[in-house]
């Protein structure tokens, strides 16, 4: 706390109360209830200390960066340099400490982030998606063909969909799964371009003798997906028959073209109609 009457190279920063800045620009100068004009004390930002919140904390000498980073002290504040496998403010997130990559791969650290390397029969960004895998997108269903190496001596009966109640079947050499793609779990994701639907393979609880207890672990991630815009072309051979008219005269032609849904012509497809769009 100070007062009016100080003495020293801070005299005219004190007696110059709150509405002066006295705390500097790095600080909040706080009034004192004590009596006095001029009584105050400083609430310094972070990174700033002393008794006018004039010096600058060096952070660095505290150990803020970790994991082996390079830190650089400035004004109010620092900087972290991670080491390759490592990021964060402080450099305190280890990128591959637990493993992003499935089914066994492994995590090796880049200077961009990390990589996964993964299995055989295995790929993707974390390994995640099984190479052999076939899935075949009809109208309404997703339909999974696993080989059944992917799955070990796991029976089929023990894979599921999002929904436990959807399950698998299979025979020596595949273990198939569908769903319809607005059931079983699935998820929808509606981007710009594309519909895609979602659902994810996994095996569930094997219970021996009350405890929860897993074969084999399996996760397979499964997607359609689906164009937004679909352009549908056409050829139209007209009529090659010559129309002769008969009657003689002067005035305006009409002529009409119209498009039918079916070979019925019961339905008329109108201009509203165009473009055709999924939703």
Same mark, same amino acid.
């Given at each position: 706390?100070?007062?009016?009457?100080?003495?020293?190279?801070?005299?005219?920063?004190?007696?110059?109360?709150?509405?002066?800045? +006295?705390?500097?620009?790095?600080?909040?100068?706080?009034?004192?209830? $004590?009596?006095?004009?001029?009584?105050?004390?400083?609430?310094?930002?972070?990174?700033?200390?002393?008794?006018?919140?004039?010096?600058?904390?060096?952070?660095?000498?505290?150990?803020?960066?970790?994991?082996?980073?390079?830190?650089?002290? @400035?004004?109010?504040?620092?900087?972290? $340099?991670?080491?390759?496998?490592?990021?964060?403010?402080?450099?305190?997130?280890?990128?591959?400490?637990?493993?992003?990559?499935?089914?066994?791969?492994?995590?090796?650290?880049?200077?961009?982030?990390?990589?996964?390397?993964?299995?055989?029969?295995?790929?993707? @960004?974390?390994?995640?998606?099984?190479?052999?895998?076939?899935?075949?997108?009809?109208?309404?269903?997703?339909?999974?063909?696993?080989?059944?190496?992917?799955?070990?001596?796991?029976?089929?009966?023990?894979?599921?969909?999002?929904?436990?109640?959807?399950?698998?079947?299979?025979?020596? @050499?595949?273990?198939?799964?569908?769903?319809?793609?607005?059931?079983?779990?699935?998820?929808?994701?509606?981007? +710009?371009?594309?519909?895609?639907?979602?659902?994810?393979?996994?095996?569930?609880?094997?219970?021996?003798?009350?405890?929860?207890?897993?074969?084999?672990?399996?996760?397979?991630?499964?997607?359609?997906?689906?164009?937004?815009?679909?352009?549908?072309?056409?050829?139209?051979?007209?009529?090659?028959?010559?129309?002769?008219?008969?009657?003689?005269?002067?005035?305006?032609?009409?002529?009409?073209?119209?498009?039918?849904?079916?070979?019925?012509?019961?339905?008329?497809?109108?201009?509203?109609?165009?473009?055709?769009?999924?939703?």
């Amino acid at each position: 706390m100070h007062n009016c009457n100080p003495v020293g190279e801070n005299a005219g920063a004190v007696c110059s109360n709150c509405a002066s800045a +006295s705390c500097n620009s790095n600080g909040a100068c706080v009034t004192s209830r $004590s009596p006095g004009p001029g009584n105050f004390t400083c609430s310094c930002a972070v990174g700033w200390a002393g008794e006018f919140c004039q010096e600058d904390v060096d952070e660095c000498e505290l150990g803020a960066c970790r994991n082996g980073a390079t830190c650089t002290n @400035t004004g109010g504040g620092y900087t972290c $340099s991670c080491p390759v496998g490592f990021s964060g403010i402080n450099c305190q997130t280890n990128l591959c400490a637990p493993s992003p990559c499935q089914h066994d791969g492994m995590c090796v650290p880049e200077s961009q982030g990390f990589r996964c390397v993964c299995q055989q029969g295995w790929e993707g @960004t974390h390994c995640g998606t099984a190479s052999g895998v076939v899935t075949t997108c009809t109208k309404n269903l997703m339909k999974i063909a696993i080989p059944r190496g992917y799955v070990g001596g796991l029976p089929a009966g023990y894979l599921q969909l999002r929904d436990p109640s959807c399950n698998a079947t299979g025979n020596d @050499t595949f273990v198939f799964i569908s769903t319809p793609l607005r059931g079983c779990g699935t998820r929808r994701l509606v981007t +710009s371009d594309d519909i895609i639907y979602t659902n994810v393979i996994t095996n569930r609880r094997v219970y021996i003798r009350g405890i929860a207890t897993r074969i084999q672990s399996v996760r397979i991630t499964v997607q359609c997906r689906y164009p937004r815009v679909v352009q549908a072309k056409f050829k139209y051979q007209p009529d090659s028959r010559v129309i002769e008219f008969r009657d003689s005269g002067t005035g305006r032609l009409g002529f009409e073209m119209r498009l039918y849904a079916t070979s019925a012509f019961r339905r008329v497809y109108d201009q509203g109609m165009f473009p055709i769009r999924a939703v």
